[in-house]
Nanobody, 124 residues
Framework: QVQLVESGGGLVQAGGSLRLSCAAS????????MGWFRQAPGKEREFVAA????????YYADSVKGRFTISRDNAKNTVYLQMNSLKPEDTAVYYC?????????????????WGQGTQVTVSS
């Protein structure tokens, strides 16, 4: 069984920054790609960013490209999401997820384990 625990969410003004963390346990973390998704009220969960097992490859949704950076520290079993230039439309619950297959998944079904989510609220 895998446990993923997100932290680092909060309230920030537009233009500000936050860094989310996701700590993993229960599986060889360094063997798997990881992703971040988000879900705003009344909307479907959407892909934000993904990172390969080594950290050598990353992929971003167009809406966050150039503002968000995904990274990982396999020694700490942790994946991060640095969010800069935040906008009110970034307000959502952010989830990290572990991908069981190969490649960098961008759809929910490609991920096998999910954290409980952390709230990010960006005020205008």
């Amino acid at each position: 069984q895998v446990q993923l625990v997100e932290s680092g969410g909060g309230l920030v003004q537009a233009g500000g920054s936050l860094r989310l963390s996701c700590a993993a346990s229960g599986r060889t973390f360094s063997s798997y790609a990881m992703g971040w998704f988000r879900q705003a009220p009344g909307k479907e969960r959407e892909f934000v960013a993904a990172i390969s097992w080594s950290g050598g490859s990353t992929y971003y949704a167009d809406s966050v490209k150039g503002r968000f950076t995904i990274s990982r520290d396999n020694a700490k079993n942790t994946v991060y999401l640095q969010m800069n230039s935040l906008k009110p439309e970034d307000t959502a619950v952010y989830y990290c997820a572990l991908q069981g297959g190969y490649g960098l998944g961008v759809t929910i079904v490609e991920y096998d384990y999910w954290g409980q989510g952390t709230q990010v609220t960006v005020s205008s």
